[in-house]
């Protein structure tokens, strides 16, 4: 994964880009599997480095497949995001370890949807659609706003509203 | 791409393999992992895929614009709709206890009624997204 990102970072060319981000997803998916959250590693497998990949391609298609020199130095970009990554660093580090049982997020609520009034098997998908019900809807509503908005963004005027648009400039 | 042999033939070989494990995904999600999300996102990619190796034309014969554009709109309602049908059997909105005499039953007639919402949305803007991007090319072609 490392190797990805570097290789991303240094290469100009974005057809390039576009397949290693691909590998990337691919790489997390693997990640998420060792870390035994199958549901989301089959999303990151699906939408990561499937769909977004085509849609980028997509976008590729549509303008320069090399990359602009930058304008400014890229050093500002870097103190910045050095700092975060100390602060998310600085953040973790107060997380409690790995697996502890002890954790408060397995004390919570964890145990009552563990224990599973709704009788799904799939824990996940009891969380997302039942105990979480109101969290799934408005993601729905999000993904469909993102639809709306690109149809809003990019559908084809028709002959009459281009010449509209024309002479209004 | 659409002279290409052999990716025709893999294509039509893989395309009802790729629909069926959508839909294993989808009904699986109870089960195994799996869900609306990922089966929508998965459906998608097999249209998608038509898209690419037959051509866009074709695949929008077999998926209209209007069809997806109603998908985008409809799998919302149907979510929201479960809330409301909760409503109106006297429960709180998308309380899925009171949706059948047994409160188990009820609550898995609740996740799957919206699971199949998921679906619809995220397969309807999925494909429209792509369709958007590709018909520009298109036309930036001509």
């Known amino acids: 994964m490392v190797l990805a990102v570097l290789a991303l970072a240094r290469t100009r060319n ?41 849609l980028l391609l997509g976008a590729l298609h549509l303008c320069k497949s090399q ?41 919570h609520v964890v145990p009552r949807y563990l224990q599973n009034e709704v009788d799904v098997p799939n824990v996940v998908t009891a969380v997302l659609a039942s105990f979480r019900g109101y969290d799934t809807l408005g993601e729905t509503t999000v993904v469909f706003t993102a639809g709306a908005g690109i149809i809003a963004l990019l559908r084809r005027r028709k002959p009459k509203g281009e010449k509209e648009a024309h002479d209004g400039k | 791409m659409e002279n290409d042999l052999v990716l025709r033939v893999v294509g039509k070989l893989l395309i009802p393999f790729i629909l069926l494990f959508a839909l294993y995904v989808q009904f699986h999600g109870d089960f195994g992992p799996g869900g609306g999300f990922q089966a929508g996102t998965i459906s998608a990619a097999a249209i998608v895929f038509y898209a690419l190796i037959f051509g866009l034309d074709k695949a929008r014969r077999i998926m209209p614009d209007r069809l997806v554009e109603a998908m985008l709109a409809s799998g919302v309602l149907i979510y929201a709709g479960v809330g409301v049908a909760g409503l109106l059997l006297g429960g709180n909105y998308l309380d899925y206890f009171v949706l ?13 009624w ?15 997204i792509f369709y958007m991007f590709a018909s520009r090319g298109q036309d930036g072609e001509e």
Not at chain 1, 30 to 38: R, S
Not at chain 2, 118 to 124: L, P
């Open chain 1, 14 to 54: 974005l057809f390039a880009v576009v397949v290693l981000s691909g590998a990337y997803s691919f790489l997390m998916a693997t990640l998420l599997v060792a870390l035994d959250a199958v549901d989301v590693a089959m999303t990151e497998a699906a939408v990561g480095a499937g769909v977004s990949t085509v």
């Open chain 1, 67 to 107: 990359e602009a020199k930058p304008v400014r130095g890229p050093w500002l970009p870097l103190l910045l995001s050095l700092a975060t990554a100390a602060l998310l660093i600085y953040g973790a580090l107060g997380l409690p370890d790995f697996a502890d049982p002890n954790a408060p997020i397995h004390q």
């Open chain 2, 100 to 112: 059948d005499k047994d409160a188990v039953h009820g609550q898995h007639r609740g996740i799957f």
């Open chain 2, 114 to 128: 919206v699971e199949v919402g998921v679906h619809i949305t995220v397969c309807g803007v999925m494909l429209k």
